[in-house]
């Protein structure tokens, strides 16, 4: 057995070293992938039902009450505006 024989030799099983790795670390990145697939799914449904919940609030109360508070806003000013048209003025002649 020469020094050439040996040399082949370790090539040899470090090829197979490598490729057994390199099978390993894809399994375990297809199994990765496939477990993040889901979460994400998770997280996407989650995220579609809290943009359905924030819209309906946005539709069912946040605008009803929106638009209550601008009618008594309108009510309180014309209310004011006529008020003062009817109060005495404070001050002398000259105001």
Do not use: C, H
């Amino acid at each position: 057995m020469s020094i050439d024989w040996f040399r082949d030799l370790v090539i040899s099983i470090a090829g197979v070293l490598v490729i057994i790795v390199l099978l390993f670390i894809a399994m375990l990145t297809f199994l990765l992938y496939r477990r993040a697939k889901v979460i994400l799914d998770s997280v996407k449904t989650t995220s579609q039902n809290i943009a359905g919940i924030s819209n309906y609030v946005t539709n069912e109360v946040a605008k009803p009450l929106i638009q209550v508070v601008a009618f008594i806003q309108g009510v309180r000013q014309g209310v004011n505006a006529i008020s003062s048209l009817f109060s005495k003025k404070k001050g002398g002649k000259d105001e």
